[in-house]
């Protein structure tokens, strides 16, 4: 992946004053999904990351991989769970890594769901898009290993649960690719979280 850094944004990202209290668990198991759907799309995904952290200033927040990690495993799904709660300047930082990385997946992004609109309206075949479908299926079949191997044993959800996530989560990206995602994805992170 081939990072272009757009200047950081000064959108304020304001805290739902329901919230004041921590960052809720499903926001964290949110952002965490986010940032394992990224890894899935691009291999490199995890190294771009820790490159992007420095790029964009967030090493104070973020100092190093294993603070990184940490962060990650504040998803109550996880193995290593970290029994803490994000700050919310950990949050922005991770909304920040999350949409920056959307912007640069955007092409790709609207292939697999395009794919996969293809794919339920049966015209695969007719449009001569198999290779497509391998490359939607090679993230779905990613996605899944990553959330196996890294989410509580057994998995916390069904294959086919697994699946629904891996696809939705796709259309979550491409929102936060676009003008304001930002903006967007923190408020989609509150919306119907419980303080």
């Not at 691009?42 to 962060?71: C, Y």
């Not at 007719?126 to 959330?147: K, M, V």
């Amino acid at each position: 992946m081939q990072l272009n850094i757009s200047p950081p944004t000064n959108l304020d990202l304001h805290v739902p004053k329901d919230f004041v209290r921590g960052c809720p668990r499903s926001v964290r198991m949110d952002i965490d999904h986010l940032l394992l759907a990224i890894e899935a799309l691009d291999l490199e995904a995890v190294e771009v990351m820790l490159v992007l952290i420095e790029q964009l200033n967030l090493d104070k927040i973020i100092p190093s991989r294993v603070s990184f990690w940490r962060l990650r495993n504040t998803n109550p799904l996880r193995r290593n769970y970290q029994r803490v709660s994000l700050s919310w300047d950990e949050l922005k930082a991770l909304v920040k890594i999350v949409c920056t990385l959307a912007v640069q997946l955007d092409t790709g992004l609207r292939m697999l769901i395009n794919t996969h609109q293809q794919i339920v309206e049966g015209k695969i075949e007719a449009l001569g898009l198999q290779q497509n479908q391998a490359f939607l299926e090679n993230y779905i079949a990613r996605f899944q290993s990553l959330y196996i191997g890294r989410m509580r044993s057994p998995a916390p959800i069904s294959n086919d649960e697994m699946r629904e996530l891996a696809l939705h989560l796709l259309t979550r990206l491409l929102l936060c690719g676009g003008v304001a995602g930002e903006f967007r994805l923190w408020n989609s992170l509150f919306d119907g979280a419980i303080a």
